[in-house]
């Protein structure tokens, strides 16, 4: 696996996730902030994205994700 992950705390108390693709210079962000979820991608050191939705639809899109859909 080329990847890293982190789990960390800010001093703020937010939850905080960082994965990095080590073979494409790649890294993705996800922030906990308050009831909102803050996604952050990042690509060759250059921020691309930021897409922020509700704390209840991140949680039903994993749920979703990870049943057995077959």
């Known amino acids: 696996m080329n990847y890293d ?3 960390k ?5 937010n939850s905080f ?3 990095r693709d080590k073979g494409e210079n790649a890294l993705l962000e ?3 902030k308050g ?3 803050e996604l952050v991608t990042y690509w060759q050191n ?3 994205t930021k897409f922020k939705l509700p704390l209840e639809l991140f949680e039903k899109m ?3 994700m990870i049943q057995d859909h077959d």
């Open 46 to 48: 250059d921020k691309t």
């Open 9 to 13: 705390e800010k001093k703020n108390g």
């Open 5 to 7: 992950y982190k789990h």
């Open 62 to 64: 994993y749920k979703d």
């Open 17 to 19: 996730v960082s994965v």
């Open 30 to 32: 996800v922030e906990k």
């Open 35 to 37: 009831n909102q979820i």
